[in-house]
């Protein structure tokens, strides 16, 4: 004789028809005689006809095969936007046709606005983007640029070295000061301050050392007075 | 007798949508009951009520040792029991 435990878990497989038929046989008999396992089923009866009602649809088995078979049945369409365009240039086509003669021979672009338009769009693309990377801004100008355009003064010298420690010595004699020293080829340059009551005289004095050369503007931006000891070639 | 015909067709209509509205509320609620099983004790119903198969491929698609797709599945069934309560018809004879 089957128990109550028994047959209550196995009553999802006896309503279900998943059991041997011996077994469902006596889950059978059980339950005609045993109220409490039958309230149990028709609960779970209950239960599985609650979860019918969200109960996936089916499909047919050859379903796939269908969606596949129509797919392939339809045939391709031209994209939205192609024929679009097509119709704007057919729009436009239709326009030109009917306006009268002198208009009609205006030139491309309103013969076939879509293409012309097209062209003169990526010629202006073109032109923007070369300007863009082969004109310099303003920002783009490093400043030492901005320092070339200064006409120093010019000493030239057999030895720039050693001029350059006598120009330090009247410079200090004027009550200036060296802010800089740059090597550069072949040249030393020098940034100094100085009094601009003493500036004229110091630059006669200038003469004593060598052979000088007094540029248009000597100062930079900042008032300072740039001096280029170059070196005489022999 | 065209008034009680249309009067009938009304009630009718009244009926049906009634009996519809009650019906999507009673899937919402089952819905609701299910959303709370774990997703591998909803994917075990799913298998195996909808789907009807069997215990043991039921267990291999879950990677669950044999025997456990059938405990869980009790243990599911009285989860939803439970939540589904006041809509179950009662076994009293």
């Known amino acids: 004789m089957i128990k109550c ?27 005609e005689l045993c109220k409490d396992c039958k309230k149990e089923e028709k609960e779970l009866k209950s239960l599985l006809s609650l979860l019918d009602t969200v109960r996936p649809p089916e499909v047919s088995p050859d379903f796939v095969q269908r969606v596949m078979k129509r797919i392939e049945s339809i ?10 365009l097509k119709g704007v240039t057919e729009f436009f086509k239709g326009v030109t046709e009917k306006i009268s003669l002198p208009f009609k021979k205006l030139p491309i672009l309103v013969s076939q606005p879509i293409p012309a338009l097209a062209t003169v769009a990526i010629l202006f693309l073109i032109v923007f983007i070369s300007y863009n990377l082969f004109m310099p801004t303003k920002e783009k100008i490093p400043k030492k640029m ?6 120093p003064i010019t000493i030239t010298t057999p030895n720039p070295q050693l001029m350059f420690s006598d120009l330090k010595e009247v410079v200090n004699s004027y009550g200036g000061k060296i802010l800089k020293r740059e090597e550069i080829p072949q040249a030393i340059k020098v940034t100094l301050r100085l009094n601009k009551e003493k500036e004229s005289a ?10 000088v050369e007094i540029g248009k503007d000597y100062k930079d931006k900042d008032g300072n007075i740039i001096i280029i000891l170059t070196k005489k070639n022999p | ?14 009926i049906n949508s009634e009996e519809a509205v009650i019906k999507k ?3 919402e609620i089952v819905l609701r009951c299910l959303a709370k099983l774990s997703p591998e004790r909803r994917a ?4 195996l009520y909808y789907e009807q198969l069997k215990y043991k491929e039921v267990a ?4 669950w040792p044999g025997g456990t797709a059938k405990s869980n599945l009790v243990r599911s069934l009285q989860m939803l029991k439970k939540c589904l309560k006041p809509y179950l018809q009662k076994g009293e004879i």
């Not at chain 1, 209550?8 to 011996?22: C, M, Q, V």
């Not at chain 1, 045939?75 to 679009?84: D, K, T």
């Not at chain 2, 291999?60 to 990677?63: G, S």
């Open chain 1, 5 to 31: 435990e028994e047959v209550k878990a196995e009553l999802f497989d006896y309503i279900t028809g998943r059991l041997d038929p011996s077994l469902s046989k006596m889950i059978k008999e059980h339950l």
């Open chain 1, 75 to 84: 045939e391709p369409v031209e994209p939205e936007e192609e024929s679009f």
């Open chain 1, 146 to 151: 901005e320092i070339i355009t200064v006409s």
């Open chain 1, 202 to 211: 110091f630059i006669a004095s200038l003469k004593s050392l060598g052979k």
């Open chain 2, 1 to 14: 007798m065209v008034d009680n015909f249309e009067d009938t067709l009304v009630d009718k209509k009244a």
């Open chain 2, 25 to 27: 509320e009673l899937r």
């Open chain 2, 44 to 47: 075990l119903i799913y298998l």
């Open chain 2, 60 to 63: 291999y698609i879950l990677d």
